[in-house]
């Protein structure tokens, strides 16, 4: 099956850590490949002036924190074509001066131009399109849609352009076959915004299937806990809550230690409020380290939490139930659905510091045997969720 990807973020692997997009498409690519499909990707790229692309780090990770989303080197934006994944990847830049904002009806027009021209030269017809976020891979997929005929899809990863007047979604979705969110909680969101008949479906992501092979199911960690450990992977933004993370802990009298891997604009102020509730001897920031220093981490973990403000879907969280960790998530956000309280983890409020505090204290008070019952059900549940069975799942739904 020839499948055609459009979508605004793409990591580039030779880029290093200098490109920090998230791996959610990569992940998607690289299992159709494996399942022996042929693959482009067009990598419609924000691309501001260049000198906001320059800008030193300290000065980005202040934009960051106050737009919400990275912001890649010049070299992570600029049009390029490379081979990865056993795909074809074009990045093609659309030029925007404002976050936020949808290209105009030209700058649309252009870029579907560009995309055929590259289709036609590698004779190249796709059976599917499928983009991923909203702007500008809906408008383009509507136009596509009318020279190709084939199945079209869009997975939304928020409900920031379909909730604008000025983006008009309806215009576009009547030339996409099937829509998509990335969790139970955003389907139900899209199908009310949208006025749909059927709820979209879900597209979550997959844990790797060699990470999977990596991880066995440990459950002797939570025999005879003389320190509980604790453990928080992402970005250090306001919306993630480490804050919250933190006074709930703070105010805890059994034995813990947290770790808080990542980095961001948020890291100083989170130091200081360790320091303020007199917690600092108690967490680690371990800063931005290696996936398979993550996976070290979590396999030496008894709790992870992230309970950040509207998450779309975090994979961490797969990851830290195929870890057996005891997994903590958000009511109403990406994984509620995925994770079902008190069976296979929990969930908590978003943000609420109060709430999470007593749910740790009915953790660690709670029986062994309830505990490991808990953790296992997460590490089965996880294992449902390979890269490859997810992949699997997203093209029969879009396909049928």
Same mark, same amino acid.
Request: proline share 2%; charged share 25%.
């Given at each position: 099956?020839?499948?055609?990807?459009?979508?605004?973020?793409?990591?580039?692997?030779?880029?290093?850590?200098? $490109?920090?997009?998230?791996?959610?498409?990569?992940?998607?690519?690289?299992?159709?490949?494996? *399942?022996?499909?042929?693959?482009?990707?067009?990598?419609? !790229?924000?691309?501001?002036?260049?000198?906001?692309?320059?800008?030193?780090?300290?000065?980005?990770?202040?934009?960051?924190?106050?737009?919400?989303?990275?912001?890649?080197?010049?070299?992570?934006?600029?049009?390029?074509?490379?081979? *990865?994944?056993?795909?074809?990847?074009?990045?093609?830049?659309?030029?925007?001066?404002?976050?936020?904002?949808?290209?105009?009806?030209?700058?649309?027009?252009? *870029?579907?131009?560009?995309?055929?021209?590259?289709?036609?030269?590698?004779?190249?017809?796709? $059976?599917?399109?499928?983009?991923?976020?909203?702007?500008?891979?809906?408008?383009?997929?509507?136009?596509?849609?009318?020279?190709?005929?084939?199945?079209?899809?869009?997975?939304?990863? +928020?409900?920031?352009?379909?909730?604008?007047?000025?983006?008009?979604?309806?215009?576009?979705?009547?030339?996409?076959?099937?829509?998509?969110?990335?969790?139970?909680?955003?389907?139900?969101?899209?199908?009310?915004?949208?006025?749909?008949?059927?709820?979209?479906?879900?597209?979550?992501?997959?844990?790797?299937?060699?990470?999977?092979?990596?991880?066995?199911?440990?459950?002797?960690?939570?025999?005879?806990?003389?320190?509980?450990?604790?453990?928080?992977?992402?970005?250090?933004?306001?919306?993630?809550?480490?804050?919250?993370?933190?006074?709930?802990?703070?105010?805890?009298?059994?034995?813990?230690?947290?770790?808080?891997?990542?980095?961001?604009?948020?890291?100083?102020?989170?130091?200081?409020?360790?320091?303020?509730?007199?917690?600092?001897?108690?967490?680690?920031?371990?800063?931005?380290?290696?996936?398979?220093?993550?996976?070290?981490?979590?396999?030496?973990?008894?709790?992870?939490?992230?309970?950040?403000?509207?998450?779309?879907?975090?994979?961490?969280?797969?990851?830290?139930?195929?870890?057996?960790?005891?997994?903590?998530?958000?009511? $109403? +956000?990406?994984?509620?659905?995925?994770?079902?309280?008190?069976?296979?983890?929990?969930?908590?409020?978003?943000?609420?510091?109060?709430?999470?505090?007593?749910?740790?204290?009915?953790?660690?008070?709670?029986?062994?045997?309830?505990?490991?019952?808990?953790?296992?059900?997460?590490?089965?549940?996880?294992?449902?969720?390979?890269?490859?069975?997810?992949?699997? !799942?997203?093209?029969?739904?879009?396909?049928?």
């Amino acid at each position: 099956m020839n499948i055609l990807i459009l979508t605004s973020v793409y990591r580039d692997e030779s880029l290093g850590k200098r $490109d920090r997009s998230t791996n959610i498409v990569n992940s998607f690519v690289k299992e159709w490949s494996r *399942q022996g499909h042929s693959i482009i990707v067009i990598h419609n !790229s924000h691309s501001y002036p260049r000198f906001i692309h320059d800008l030193p780090k300290r000065i980005k990770s202040k934009l960051e924190f106050d737009m919400g989303f990275p912001i890649s080197d010049y070299d992570g934006v600029r049009k390029k074509y490379f081979e *990865q994944q056993g795909a074809k990847v074009f990045r093609l830049p659309i030029k925007k001066y404002i976050p936020h904002t949808s290209p105009g009806n030209r700058t649309i027009k252009n *870029q579907v131009n560009k995309i055929n021209k590259i289709l036609k030269h590698n004779k190249f017809k796709p $059976d599917v399109i499928t983009g991923h976020w909203a702007s500008p891979q809906m408008e383009i997929i509507s136009e596509l849609k009318s020279i190709y005929n084939c199945k079209t899809a869009i997975v939304l990863h +928020g409900m920031g352009y379909i909730n604008s007047e000025k983006f008009n979604a309806s215009k576009y979705i009547e030339n996409i076959d099937r829509i998509g969110a990335r969790s139970v909680y955003q389907a139900k969101k899209a199908k009310d915004i949208l006025g749909l008949d059927i709820l979209p479906f879900v597209c979550n992501s997959g844990v790797p299937n060699e990470y999977l092979n990596h991880y066995n199911l440990y459950l002797n960690k939570y025999e005879n806990i003389k320190k509980w450990k604790i453990t928080f992977v992402g970005r250090l933004v306001s919306y993630k809550n480490v804050d919250s993370i933190i006074k709930a802990l703070s105010n805890i009298e059994v034995e813990w230690e947290l770790n808080i891997v990542g980095d961001g604009a948020q890291e100083e102020e989170l130091k200081k409020l360790t320091e303020r509730l007199n917690c600092d001897d108690k967490v680690n920031f371990l800063g931005h380290i290696s996936r398979d220093e993550v996976m070290e981490v979590l396999q030496d973990t008894h709790i992870f939490i992230m309970i950040s403000t509207n998450e779309v879907f975090g994979l961490v969280y797969l990851e830290a139930m195929a870890a057996s960790c005891l997994t903590i998530a958000s009511k $109403d +956000g990406g994984v509620d659905g995925v994770i079902r309280n008190n069976l296979n983890g929990y969930l908590c409020k978003q943000g609420d510091s109060y709430e999470l505090n007593k749910l740790l204290k009915k953790i660690m008070s709670s029986e062994v045997e309830e505990i490991k019952k808990i953790a296992n059900n997460a590490y089965v549940t996880a294992n449902k969720y390979s890269d490859y069975n997810v992949a699997k !799942s997203y093209l029969e739904k879009i396909t049928r």
